[in-house]
């Protein structure tokens, strides 16, 4: 039997990791915050002696992007110091650590989507805190994988296509961002992809490390995003509404977005064999399981 700690148990991916199919010889625990709390190192140290593990997936992270510019320090505790924690006591017990992180290191500047090589740019707290999460995790354990992904959303937690359902529940027009551009990704798809990257890191010393990007396959603006979501529920009777596209700056926000947050996948295609299903098929699959009831 093979055991993974698995951090960040109740957000949308650790949510999805856990309906996840996982083999007969794996057993994820996923501890709550009375057990392990990621901000004090001892607590940390006592779960990692707490048993033989095989890994650590590390999903666990401070996420509000607007609180993240005044909660500044919790923030980079939870995104940068708990990590390097983490990294530094799996690769003392000699085991791999998987995490993931987000667009958000890149400054959204560029036109085409970001590879793994590009130069980072974080443009707020929240990147500029996953970013420092990323070279501490690099620093002090070589067995890794930083799985960079965006726009994730779920039947699970707050979201934006979660958000968009409950507004067309309460009104007809609904204005929405038109120039920033990025990946959807499921938190479904993300999960599945974690689990086997993980089992193969943990049993093959030949499988690859360091970072990689994933993502469902194409792109989208948020008000391209919102209107695909209002087309599949009004397909299944859910609430929908008219979207007004607008502009970034007319929609001000205490952080800074990324203009751009397309992310190049096609490097963990070709190390891994993964498999891209397209946004628009994971968003019909979330709105169906949402209008009947999952995650509420």
């Given at each position: ?12 991916i650790?949510?999805a ?15 709550g ?71 958000y ?18 443009k707020g707290v929240?990147?500029?805190s996953?970013?420092s999460?990323?070279q ?5 354990n070589?067995?890794?994988?930083i ?9 699970y ?57 994933f ?9 391209e995003?919102?209107?695909a979501?209002?087309e599949?529920?009004a397909?299944l009777g859910?609430p929908?509404?008219r ?40 968003v ?13």
């Open positions: 039997m093979k055991y993974f700690l698995v951090t960040g148990g109740t957000g949308q650790g949510a990791l856990k309906r996840t199919k996982v083999p007969r010889d794996i057993t994820l625990i996923t501890p915050r009375d057990e392990l709390d990621l901000i004090n190192p001892e607590s940390i140290r006592t779960m990692m002696q707490s048993r033989i593990w095989d890994g650590v997936i590390h999903l666990a992270a401070y996420t509000a992007v607007d609180q993240a510019e005044e909660e500044v320090e919790i923030a980079w505790q939870l995104n940068a110091v708990a990590p390097a924690m983490l990294a530094k006591a799996a690769a003392a017990l000699d085991i791999p650590i998987l995490n993931v992180s987000t667009d290191v890149f400054s959204g500047d560029l036109a085409r989507p970001y590879r793994e090589t590009d130069a980072i740019g974080p929240y990147g500029a996953k970013e999460g990323e501490a995790i690099r620093l002090c070589p067995r890794h994988l799985i960079r992904t965006s726009w994730v959303f779920s039947p937690r707050q979201n934006f296509l979660k958000t968009m359902l409950r507004l067309a529940a309460e009104r007809d027009v609904i204005n929405v961002v038109a120039d920033q551009v990025g990946t959807p990704t499921s938190a479904d798809d993300v999960a599945a992809v974690i689990l086997s990257l993980m089992l193969r890191l943990s049993s093959d010393a030949n499988t690859p490390t360091g970072t990689f990007h993502s469902n396959g194409g792109e989208a603006s948020w008000s995003l919102a209107e979501i209002f599949c529920s397909a859910g929908t509404a979207v007004i596209p607008i502009a970034t700056a007319d929609y001000p926000t205490r952080a800074v977005r990324p203009q751009n947050s397309r992310l190049d996948a096609s490097a963990i295609e070709t190390a891994f064999g993964v498999a891209r299903r397209p946004w628009r098929l994971a019909q699959n979330v709105v169906k399981e949402i209008l009947s009831g999952v995650g509420s």
